[in-house]
């Protein structure tokens, strides 16, 4: 790596995955081929959520939310890794690199937000399904989404600006993208309590939250349980099945690299976990969500016959 003084770096190299080798043209393909189809999917969910009345429910609200989340996710890292992919090490401002890391962390901190009101709403749905209605206006909709952006683009602000104010001795960050622990090791100055620092707020609001979700899930799993028959039983879990399988890929993939002690991965292995989070959770959340969906299947029948009539009139 370069050594330069302790000096305001001007520009960074992302490294990359500099081992793949031969196999480097045909990565980029299928990164590209995931990334245009995570792109399609999300939209799709989008615009079959607000074209069809029959999905105008909180849940739906909400998976439109994170799918339109989910669009911009990929966008803040995967064209870096499309591009070191098909030009080896390449260069990226120091501005630039310091807003794709707080971008990037932001819409993970979002996620990890708008992941417990998921479950919040599910909680209600099952547990308190007379004032579910009620209780989930289209307001208060609209409000906890507003607030799952507000305070995940708040709390990426600390590990972000403390990072950003560190002298940097080195420019090779050995990622794909500008993630907080590559760009700790390029440091001048000893990071172990800025690295503190990052695991804390990363750690404490990851893992509220997560402990916010396994609460509810508790209190669904004791509502479920009570239900008279097996098929109510089945149609309780099969509306948190989708979720649940979002929260556990997020959540494993995100504990592991960010809530784990630094440099306990072997050499490159957290770039390959993060794909995990930054590409593969974003390509299969719609697939998730729409996959076995009986009401997501109904719409796209009903959206798919209104264009046909529309394309039919003369």
Same mark, same amino acid.
């Given at each position: 790596?370069?050594?330069?003084?302790?000096?305001?770096?001007?520009?960074?190299? +992302?490294?990359?995955? =500099? =081992?793949?080798?031969? $196999?480097?043209? +045909?990565?980029?393909?299928?990164?590209?081929?995931?990334?245009?189809? =995570?792109?399609?999917?999300?939209?799709?969910?989008?615009?079959?959520?607000?074209?069809?009345?029959?999905?105008? /429910?909180?849940?739906? @609200?909400?998976?439109?939310?994170?799918?339109? #989340?989910?669009?911009?996710?990929?966008?803040?890292?995967?064209?870096?890794?499309?591009?070191?992919?098909?030009?080896?090490?390449?260069?990226?401002?120091?501005?630039?690199?310091?807003?794709?890391?707080?971008?990037?962390?932001?819409?993970?901190? =979002?996620?990890?937000? #708008?992941?417990?009101?998921?479950?919040?709403?599910?909680?209600?749905?099952?547990?308190? &399904?007379?004032?579910?209605?009620? $209780?989930?206006?289209?307001?208060?909709?609209?409000?906890?989404?507003?607030?799952?952006?507000?305070?995940?683009?708040?709390?990426? $602000?600390?590990?972000?600006?403390?990072?950003? /104010? $560190?002298?940097?001795?080195?420019?090779?960050?050995?990622?794909?993208?500008?993630?907080?622990?590559?760009?700790?090791? +390029?440091?001048?100055?000893?990071?172990?309590?800025?690295? !503190?620092?990052?695991?804390?707020?990363?750690?404490?609001?990851?893992?509220?939250?997560?402990?916010?979700?396994?609460?509810?899930?508790?209190?669904?799993?004791?509502?479920?349980?009570?239900?008279?028959?097996?098929?109510?039983?089945?149609?309780? @879990?099969?509306?948190?099945?989708?979720?649940?399988?979002?929260?556990? +890929? %997020?959540?494993?993939?995100?504990?592991?690299?960010?809530?784990?002690?630094?440099?306990?991965?072997?050499?490159?292995?957290?770039?390959?976990?993060? #794909?995990?989070?930054?590409?593969?959770?974003? %390509?299969?959340? &719609?697939?998730?969500?729409?996959? !076995?969906?009986?009401?997501?299947?109904?719409?796209?029948? !009903?959206?798919?016959?209104?264009?046909?009539?529309?394309?039919?009139?003369?």
């Amino acid at each position: 790596m370069d050594h330069v003084n302790h000096t305001w770096t001007q520009v960074f190299i +992302l490294a990359g995955f =500099t =081992t793949i080798g031969t $196999l480097q043209p +045909l990565a980029f393909l299928g990164i590209l081929c995931i990334y245009l189809l =995570t792109l399609a999917g999300n939209l799709f969910i989008i615009i079959l959520v607000r074209a069809d009345s029959g999905l105008f /429910t909180p849940m739906y @609200f909400f998976i439109s939310v994170l799918s339109f #989340l989910e669009f911009w996710y990929v966008n803040t890292t995967v064209p870096t890794l499309l591009h070191t992919l098909l030009h080896g090490c390449s260069p990226i401002s120091s501005a630039v690199c310091f807003i794709q890391l707080y971008v990037f962390h932001s819409l993970g901190m =979002t996620e990890c937000y #708008l992941l417990g009101v998921m479950a919040l709403d599910r909680y209600l749905a099952i547990c308190h &399904p007379l004032h579910y209605h009620a $209780l989930m206006s289209r307001k208060l909709q609209l409000w906890l989404a507003g607030a799952t952006w507000v305070a995940g683009f708040s709390a990426a $602000l600390v590990p972000a600006s403390l990072t950003a /104010t $560190l002298p940097f001795c080195l420019k090779e960050v050995a990622h794909y993208f500008c993630d907080l622990a590559p760009l700790l090791q +390029l440091a001048c100055v000893d990071t172990s309590w800025y690295a !503190r620092v990052h695991g804390a707020v990363i750690g404490v609001a990851t893992g509220c939250n997560f402990l916010f979700i396994l609460g509810l899930y508790g209190g669904i799993l004791r509502a479920v349980v009570k239900l008279p028959s097996a098929a109510s039983r089945a149609k309780a @879990f099969s509306t948190c099945s989708s979720h649940m399988t979002v929260v556990a +890929l %997020f959540y494993t993939s995100a504990f592991t690299v960010y809530v784990g002690s630094p440099g306990i991965h072997p050499k490159g292995m957290e770039k390959c976990i993060a #794909l995990v989070y930054a590409l593969f959770t974003p %390509f299969f959340n &719609p697939i998730i969500y729409t996959l !076995r969906n009986r009401e997501v299947k109904e719409a796209m029948k !009903r959206v798919t016959v209104r264009i046909r009539t529309i394309l039919k009139a003369p």
